[in-house]
T-cell receptor, first 109, second 111 residues
Framework: AQRVTQPEKLLSVFKGAPVELKCNYS??????LFWYVQYSRQRLQLLLR??SRESIKGFTADLNKGETSFHLKKPFAQEEDSAMYYC???????????FGTGTRLQVFP | NAGVTQTPKFQVLKTGQSMTLQCAQD?????MYWYRQDPGMGLRLIYY???????DKGEVPNGYNVSRLNKREFSLRLESAAPSQTSVYFC??????????FGPGTRLTVL
């Protein structure tokens, strides 16, 4: 079955430190992966999609098919990065996304 | 474009009361979704609609009904609210690259 795992519920770092939010997936085909961000009491917003291979707000994510991972990284965290981050996988042959349980990132000054 | 809009933003119900959450999108998207968000559980799909006139159950459909009124609107109804339905509810629609656009959410408390 397709599944997305975000092993960390909470990740706390200091401003300027590197950040890596982990995401592992189970899927046998060619996965379609996304990162969404939710700032405090706001709606979820798309941050990255793997097919775009872009950097948004300093964040990048590389698809590693061998390790079935799509970790989100930023070299220098900022306080405004504090938010909830969700990894999502496009479900095969449907219009649905499978979301992980999310990781809360706290960046301390 | 307003994107995805939801009403109401907040609601408090007593156990057994009914209510309908409204959602509309102005992006001409075919697919729309209702999720609930609970601490430690992430986002769980309640129902979705792949096109006008069709609806399908998601992961947690019990206690809910939906109506795809037209291409723009997708409503979620709680016929007899229970405390276990206390949650934040998000509506979303699907864009052309399979990304989903979310509404601002409805914070529902059932006493």
């Amino acid at each position: 079955a397709q599944r997305v795992t975000q092993p960390e519920k909470l990740l706390s770092v200091f401003k300027g430190a590197p950040v890596e939010l982990k995401c592992n997936y189970s899927y046998s085909g060619s996965p379609e992966l996304f990162w969404y961000v939710q700032y405090s009491r706001q709606r979820l917003q798309l941050l990255l999609r793997h097919i775009s291979r872009e950097s948004i707000k300093g964040f990048t994510a590389d698809l590693n098919k061998g390790e079935t991972s799509f970790h989100l990284k930023k070299p220098f965290a900022q306080e405004e990065d504090s938010a909830m981050y969700y990894c999502a996988l496009g479900e095969d042959n449907t219009d649905k996304l499978i979301f992980g349980t999310g990781t809360r990132l706290q960046v301390f000054p | 474009n307003a994107g995805v809009t939801q009403t109401p933003k907040f609601q408090v119900l007593k156990t057994g009361q009914s209510m309908t959450l409204q959602c509309a999108q102005d992006m001409n998207h075919n697919s729309m979704y209702w999720y609930r968000q609970d601490p430690g559980m992430g986002l769980r799909l309640i129902y979705y609609s792949a096109s006008e006139g069709t609806t399908d159950k998601g992961e947690v459909p019990n206690g809910y009904n939906v109506s795809r009124l037209n291409k723009r609107e997708f409503s979620l109804r709680l016929e007899s609210a229970a405390p276990s339905q206390t949650s934040v509810y998000f509506c979303a629609s699907r864009g052309t690259l399979n990304e989903q656009f979310f509404g601002p959410g409805t914070r529902l408390t059932v006493l």
